[in-house]
């Protein structure tokens, strides 16, 4: 559906991406995973044709780069920035935007309904957005970006600042635009939305893609072992060996077989008060590809 | 691309009407203005320093004492003194701006000006140009010093120099309007008149300076990012503002308009009104995309727009009467656009242009505008958003 290759970009000093190559399936979730300044917004920013890239290829649908008006009639985006003209109501936003990208005047009630329900917002519609909370506005700026049922939508950061409970909505309305086979990439730098939602991730950073890949598999390839976390409720038996370091009452190791090895310190004779096993996650994978945190 | 063009204009006239703030600069802060101004303007009486005033004279009495007295008023060092053939066309020129006055000598002058004994006090006429009524003022001292210089040749008594005034009686010149009968009316004009028009400049530049920070706006908040992508010609964003703020620029002048006409302003050519207007709307929502496009700030698109305008507006006559101006500074003034709009204004309300004499003011205005457009698209081509 799009397929990006050797793609960069620098602003002044900074380079923001530095050779990308990337390709999304029709029909799939693609998510770029990276921390703050990894070049996500730059990526997409060139992907919808408003980054001027310093080099690199870039097409859309087979129609060529993406400022070709073929290729932006596929196209939606959500900015990270929230695209909302404030002094407007929710509905006129609506309304703004679907003549504008193209929506003809016949659909126009019919696409406005739809992407008012879609966002949740039929009670608010005629009132000011500047009055609306933050999860509104994000979903709002979801529904502008897909009121014209483009084909390819990106999505920068459509989360950012919501409260859980809107989080849960925004990822029940993603779910029901991947539904219709609506093909989009998902920038974010919180792991669990991109396990939760997307076919494939990219780990980005420094303006490169990491590895590319399922999440089960980045996992398998990158996040090695479970780590154990174990209380002792006595001192450990005598003569026995730790599987890890204790620190006062707190023992810990890694393990691929963590259950089994808990059952074998239990034979011999160790006492747990408790324990926890943690299995390796995206913020495991990017840790082992980067040596940091996702979210300092 | 010309629905999308309408399609944003809309949005954005919209958007003007639920902004208390830009409304007020570019409707209410013009009328305060003008009205202010116009009640002002019989007020000015101070006499600045200015440069050389031109008198348009026409001599009919032609006699040496006509002639000797002339060359003595072009002596004076605030006054050129142009002759004309004909009372006419001194009147055109006065009205046109290409003279400060016009001065008459009427048949029979050279017997009796500057005699204390003779029986009739001669009569003149003199015509000021009613847009710089200060300057006039100085015309009509230089006037009466020459009578003065000449009665104390004619009539060398002591303690007479003062007393010109009696011995000469300067009429008023009707210039302009026409009263239904053909008649010219006595006091041509009312001072909205002359308010009238720098205060609607007033209103446009407000109109600029709005639209200008909203592109910037727009550019800041993520909106303008999401009309870059969508399937429309990247140049329908700016000929949206374009057109909101041109269609804007025509409502205000006509707004204003309306209102100086409430007050007695009096429109000569409602035909050269409309192409002003246009001219205006044209140049100014030009000059608006330039500006709109040196910064993607919005401060320094306000800061900037608040530079330029008080610029413009100053060497262009909207704050200080031009002919209050140095000379130097007043040359100057033709670059300023304001000093255009302006004078096209006055062009088809009172100065009784034609589409001849309209012109000048109008070329410059599209000139300006076109190089303002070019400027603005280029630019935003030529940036990431
Ligand atoms: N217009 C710009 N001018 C200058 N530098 C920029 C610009 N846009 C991005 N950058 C720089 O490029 C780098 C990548 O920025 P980008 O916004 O693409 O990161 P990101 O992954 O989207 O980060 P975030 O999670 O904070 O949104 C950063 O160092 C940023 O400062
Ligand atoms: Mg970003």
Redesign the pocket.
Known sequence: MIRVQALRKS??E????AGLDLEVEEGEILG?L????????????MMVGV?RPDSGSIDVGGLGPPSGPEARQLMGVAP?RLSLYEELSGIENLRFFARYQGVSPERLAERVAWALAFAGLEEKAGKRVRGYSGGMQRRLNLACAVIHEPRLLFL??PTAGVDPQSRARLFDSIEELKATGVTIVY?T?HMEEAERLCDRVAI?DH?RILDLGRVADLIGRHGGASRVEARLAAAPPAAAVAPGPIEGDRLTFTSNRALEDLLALGQAGWQLADFKVTQPNLETVFMELTGRRLRD | MLRSIWILARKDLRLLGRDPMSLFFIAVFPVILGVAFGLMNEGFADEPEVAEAVLLVHDADASEVSRDFIAALDAQAAVAVKRVDSLDAGRQEVMKGRALGLFEIVPGFGESAGLVFAEKAPRVGLAIDPSRPAEGQLLRGAVMQGIGDLVARRSPLPGREGRALELVTIEAIALGHETADGAPVDRIRSGYDVSFPSAILWGVLGCIAGFAISIARERASGTFYRLSVAPQPRAAILLGKGLACALTAIAVVLFLTLIGCALGLELRSPFLFVLATLGIAWCFSGLMMALATISRSENAVAGAGWALNVTMSLIGGGMIPLAFMPAGMRTLSDFSPVKWGILALEGAIWRGFDLVDLLPALGVLILLGALGYLFGVRRLAAI?S
Request: aromatic share 4%; net charge negative.
């Open positions: 602003f002044g900074v380079t923001a991406v770029l990276g921390p703050n300044g990894a070049g996500k917004s730059t990526t997409i920013g980054v990270q920068d950061e920038t730098h980005m303006g | 990431d």
